[in-house]
């Protein structure tokens, strides 16, 4: 086999690879071999009917499809590890044949390849960074949410439902004087005060006693996903059923020990230790993102749709697993908005293109500034992941194939752009003050951002579609 390469439109190059008279032919009877048995003749038993004879039967091009294809598996990976060097391949090829005789067969293969990115300026940019910090409130906060995970479950009767009780309603929802599909469901359970239906519903259940039938009155927000519901008024009558509380559990030194703490003060401590492990890795990741994208700006490449559509995938499978963790299947949210998977994937095509261009731009950096990964600091990483699961790294060393050693590499080589590139630009906390020093200066009041709050708003690195509602009766809920 000969084979020639030449760069094509939008980030794409043409294999093209020649078979002479003796590869095609053996190609063809490996299809042959491959397929006899699905073919029958008069006189002959079935898989043992001679190439010649199907041939004449079934016309001469019978086998040229599986033995092209196989041509194509057999060469088609040789020739992207001989070319790697030159260009990578970022998604499957379009194959065409340009000639096929008895004495040749030419095949082109069109592959969509990792584009060059040409970046205006990389080092010398003013960049928001982004910072959260974690104050006494949120640590409150946190630990009222642990008691609530081990709350015990009270019926109510002698009082309104309120927030933070779990009501169990039916309720049927009109729009326009129609009822309308998922609006309505009985012995539903919702929890007041959670968001998890549209504004205002849980508002208007609160206060409401058990046998009681209310009518509430909402509006859909513009941006609901069903179409027909944008925007419009609607009435559910509700019947409430049941009110369940809570009680929470006393922190005390008996629930410490239930979180693995020997006391209180132990307990409050591995709590902050944990936000303050959480607040830090958000600040790295939006400062990170921060960075990425005002180089971006001044960055331009033409990005194969190949590598934007597997982004794309990407979010897809994403926003599929939150989905799941809420009780609910993709397909059956899609079949509630009316939608299918490929036309709900175009909401994060644009998303996708800003993403891919991050990710060749800190290709792009990381090549130009020759960072790389040493054996030692390789060494050091897996030593730090085996002392984690428990392994001492020779261990460890055994269980690592290639691609995971690859990944460490990789992670090294980011984790240490970053660096250059925080390093190497004006970094800043607000318009007016660049930062002189990973952390701002406190407050006059001796205030810190709470790590709900950042210094500077930017946007995350990574974003999913917006969290879908509902369980089964997803009509009446609102996006989160």
């Known amino acids: 086999m000969k084979y020639q390469t030449a760069p094509a439109e939008k980030s794409t190059v043409k294999v093209t690879m020649t078979f002479d008279a003796a590869e095609w032919a053996e190609a063809n009877n490996q299809a042959y071999l491959k397929n006899r048995k699905k073919y029958a003749v008069n006189g002959f ?54 000639d096929i005789t008895d004495e040749k067969v030419v095949l082109v293969a069109t592959v969509p390849v990792k584009p060059d990115v040409k970046i205006e300026k990389y080092t010398g940019i003013k960049i928001k960074k982004v910072e959260y910090t ?12 642990n008691r609530n995970r081990f709350a015990e479950k009270i019926d109510v009767t002698d009082r309104a439902a309120q927030n933070d009780d779990t009501v169990s309603i039916d309720f049927t929802g009109r729009a326009d004087g129609k009822e309308f599909e998922g609006g309505s469901a009985e012995n539903y359970d919702l929890t007041l005060g959670s968001g998890s239906f549209i504004a205002g519903f849980e508002e208007q259940v609160v206060g409401m006693k058990i046998g009681e039938t209310k009518d509430i009155n909402v509006t859909f927000p513009e941006d609901y996903q069903a179409e027909h519901l944008k925007g419009k008024p609607a009435v559910f009558t509700v019947t409430l059923h049941k009110i369940t509380g809570k009680k929470l559990p006393e922190l005390n030194e008996e629930f410490a020990k239930k979180m693995g703490s020997d006391s209180v003060e132990a307990y409050r401590a591995k709590v902050k230790e944990r936000l303050e492990t959480s607040a830090k890795s958000k600040s790295r990741n939006e400062t990170e993102y921060s960075i990425l994208s005002e180089i971006a700006k001044g960055a331009t490449a033409e990005i194969p749709e190949a590598m934007i559509d597997a982004q ?11 989905l799941m963790y809420q009780g609910i299947k993709l397909d059956d949210y899609l079949s509630y908005i009316g939608s299918t998977r490929e036309e709900y ?48 790294a020779e261990e ?32 800043y906390f607000d318009a007016d003050k660049p930062a002189a020093a990973k952390k701002p200066a406190a407050k006059k009041t001796g205030e810190t951002k709470s790590a709900t709050e950042k210094k500077e708003t930017a946007a995350k690195p990574k974003t999913t579609a917006k969290k879908a509602t509902a369980s089964k009766t997803t009509a009446e809920k609102k996006e989160n």
């Open 396 to 427: 460890y060393k055994k269980t690592l194939d290639p691609r995971q050693r690859s990944y460490i590499e990789n992670d090294i080589k980011v984790t240490k752009a970053f660096e250059f590139l925080e390093k190497n630009n004006e970094m």
């Open 134 to 145: 974690v104050t006494d409130a949120d640590l409150e906060k946190e630990i009222e949410n």
């Open 45 to 98: 038993r079935k898989g043992k009917v001679p190439k010649h004879v199907l041939e004449t039967f079934y016309g001469k091009g019978l086998f040229y499809e599986d033995a092209l294809n196989l041509l194509y598996a057999q060469h088609y990976g040789e020739v992207l590890e001989k070319e790697k060097d030159k260009f990578t391949a970022v998604g499957d090829p379009s194959l065409a044949v340009d």
């Open 312 to 322: 794309e995938d990407y979010s897809l499978r994403n926003m599929e697993y939150n």
């Open 345 to 392: 994937k175009k909401n994060f095509e644009e998303e996708a293109k800003s993403t891919v261009l991050q990710q060749l731009v800190l290709e792009k950096i990381i090549e130009l500034e020759k960072i790389a990964a040493t054996e030692k600091e390789i060494d050091a990483k897996i030593e730090e992941q085996a002392k984690s699961v428990g392994k001492s």
